[in-house]
């Protein structure tokens, strides 16, 4: 156990201000001593919290929080931030239910200048922040966007800075947290550029060729030396970030307080816009965590001392783990499959896709938007591209499912993961809207497997079909259902009964299938595993409203535009009445906490639904 003296006695950040540098020191090596066990403990982002130590204490020093605002980007990064901030405390309630925010939450604490958890837009929210307070004559306050190499990478990011180039009489400070890494190693051209500044290459190789070009004139090579800072605004490119309009500083090492200190405080007294490159270390002082980010950018509770340990119990293969299969088997035969991921190469089940098949295999940075419309211009070309996306994530990339994909009914599949309640990540990584959102869209297939076997059948089949079809399946395993080894296909609308009843009929989009088994037991009722939420398998409904007076959906999703809307519209087109219930997720945000107990917090637990369906019918 760590001596944690001095981070008890900070209560807020006018403690943290009071500090001498000799204390600070002290500060930041208790926090991150404190953040590892804290994490150890209750699971949560650990290597990205571990490289933002001396930032959170640095930042923290010298800006007035609250009234100055820091947005952190993505805020996974932001456990130092809230333990600097008052949550100390709380640190060991972290991701459970009632207990902190795995993010920063405006109605968590005043320091928490702006809710995020999708990445990307810290940029814009501080700019906002910053041209309101020029609106309200606010001159004073600071405004600091803390954003990765990863998170830099959206689209998000580069519309922002567009704009905050060109803002005039505003401060705005953005940090780019350069660790080298997003969740998997970084990708793209703009990892290159920022691996190219750092090692000084780009301005040197504009030196070198600039030298050159000088060489012929002698004394102009004198004055150049003489005058080397005017002479390289004048030949030697700027880096991208002045191009955007900011005062580019850095690269400077952002666990060195010596260097953080009194740049922070240079910045603060400028004003403007400015841009501060940070190099940091994933995982910063645990080894460990050092030397394998990727393993502990999440992890669940674990021994410190010891590290992760590999599982030996055996276990059901997770529905992520049955699309990395499934994808594996179908690229083996199928040349034209192609997978996308937006920076999830992990979470999405893709690494060993990634290992067999490099050149079909494109992760296209942290762009959700441009992750579909690529995927369109791939399909454009006889390829069969499978985007494998968080369902919460693809809320990003609406507009390009409807305008890119579905309107010019392109042969894109979309492995939706994470779909539903997601647990410890809580409201922002709900993947309950899919459904919603998805079903409204022309062309579109969807289809919610039930569990793991059908999952993978469901696969096949949406990709089978020559148009845009989505499968959604949620975070971990199933029922632990055997899952075959072939790539045969369902057919497409076509539900499956699974127990004959009377009376009432309960239709179930989803894994919750099994949840509803008691309920249609109970009450000696049909129960259908519906498969596909568009189409819907309307010759089953047509049968049934003949022979049933009462209709119970339910689905892992909101209800309010969901599966059992769509039954209820059916219906409702037929010109029948009837008995019709919904069970879904309300109209709602649902915090954090674990899965299940969400879910029977929300009556969608085995013992709620029967007694629910029981009223129902009775
Ligand atoms: C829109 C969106 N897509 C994907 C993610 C998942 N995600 C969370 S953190 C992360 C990597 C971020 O990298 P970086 O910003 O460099 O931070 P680091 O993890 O290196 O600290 C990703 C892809 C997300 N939060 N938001
Ligand atoms: C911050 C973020 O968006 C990811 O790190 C996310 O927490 C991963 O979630 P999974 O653990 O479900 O992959
Ligand atoms: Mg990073």
């Known amino acids: 156990m760590t001596n944690f003296s001095l981070l008890e006695q900070i209560n807020d950040t006018a403690d943290v201000r009071g500090l001498s540098r000799d204390q600070l020191g002290q500060l930041a090596q208790e926090l991150r001593g404190f953040i ?13 919290n571990l490289g933002t130590v001396e930032l959170a204490v640095a930042l923290h020093h010298v800006f007035n929080t609250p009234e100055d605002k820091i947005v952190w980007d993505v805020g996974h990064q932001s456990y130092g931030h809230k333990i600097l901030t008052g949550r100390r405390e709380q640190m060991h309630t972290l991701r459970q ?23 990307s837009t810290s940029i814009s929210a501080a700019l906002g922040m910053a041209a309101a307070a020029r609106h309200l004559g606010l001159s004073q306050r600071q405004h600091i966007a803390v954003i990765g190499d990863g998170a830099l990478t959206g689209g998000m990011a580069f519309e922002a800075m567009n704009n905050a180039g060109v803002t005039d009489d505003i401060n705005l400070l953005v940090i780019l947290n350069d660790n080298d890494m997003s969740i998997s190693p970084p990708v793209g051209a703009l990892n290159r550029y920022l691996a190219r500044l750092l090692s000084g290459n780009l301005v040197g190789g504009a030196r070198d060729k600039l030298k ?12 150049a030396k003489r005058f080397e800072e005017h002479t390289k605004g004048m030949f030697v490119p700027a880096t991208m970030f002045e191009e955007f309009g900011f005062n580019y500083i850095g690269p400077i090492n952002g666990h060195d307080l010596d260097s953080l200190l009194p740049t922070l405080e240079n910045l603060k007294h400028r004003g403007g816009v400015q841009f501060l490159h940070v190099i940091t270390k994933k995982g910063q002082g645990y080894k460990l965590a050092e030397e394998d980010p990727i393993m502990y950018h999440g992890p669940s509770k674990f021994n410190p001392q010891q590290g992760i340990q590999p599982t030996t119990a055996p276990k059901s293969p997770t529905f992520t783990q049955v699309f990395g299969q499934w994808i594996c088997d179908m690229a083996e035969k199928d040349w034209r499959l192609v997978g996308i991921t937006p920076a999830m190469r992990e979470g999405s089940g893709l690494v060993e896709f990634h290992e ?3 050149s079909r295999y ?45 309107l010019q009914n392109l042969d894109v599949t979309f492995a939706i993961d994470r779909a539903g309640l997601v647990g410890a990540d809580g409201a922002t990584h709900a993947g309950v809207y899919d459904i919603a959102y998805l079903r409204c869209v022309p062309q579109i297939l969807i289809a919610t497997p039930s569990d793991e076997a059908e999952a ?39 539900a499956k009964v699974v127990r ?74 037929q010109g029948v009445t009837k008995q019709v219930l919904h069970l879904g997720l309300p109209d709602k945000f649902i915090d954090h906490g674990d899965c299940a107990a969400l879910y029977a917090l929300n009556g969608l637990d085995e013992q709620s639904i029967a007694s629910t369906v029981s009223a129902f019918v009775a």
């Open 212 to 223: 050159k070009i000088l060489k012929s004139a002698p004394p102009v090579l004198e004055f």
């Open 456 to 494: 993978r059948a469901l696969l096949s089949t949406a990709y089978q079909y020559e148009g845009p079809a989505a499968v959604r399946y949620p975070r971990g395993s199933g029922i632990g259902a055997v899952v075959p080894t072939d790539l045969d296909t369902l057919p497409i609308g076509k």
């Open 362 to 406: 494109f992760d296209v940075g942290i762009a959700e938007q441009h992750a579909a419309t690529f995927a369109a211009g791939l399909a454009c070309d006889g390829l069969k591209p499978v985007l494998a996306i968080y369902s919460t994530f693809l809320q990003r990339a609406y507009d390009q499912v409807i305008h890119d994909i579905a």
């Open 36 to 48: 590892l066990e804290s994490v150890a403990q209750t699971g949560g982002h650990l290597s990205s």
């Open 500 to 573: 004959e009843g009377q009376k009432a009929a309960i239709l179930v989009f989803g894994t919750l299938l099994h949840a509803s088994q008691l309920a249609a037991e109970q009450n000696n009722a049909t129960l259908v595993d519906m498969r596909w939420v568009k189409p819907l398998d309307e010759a089953l409904l047509t049968q049934l409203i003949h022979t049933h007076s009462h209709f119970i959906t339910v689905e892992d999703s909101t209800k309010v535009g969901g599966a059992g809307s769509a039954v209820s519209e059916w219906l409702s087109a």
């Open 356 to 358: 067999r098949y490099p």
């Open 97 to 119: 239910q009632g207990g902190l925010s795995g993010f920063p939450k405006r109605s968590e604490s005043p320091y928490d200048a702006f809710g995020t958890a999708h990445s």
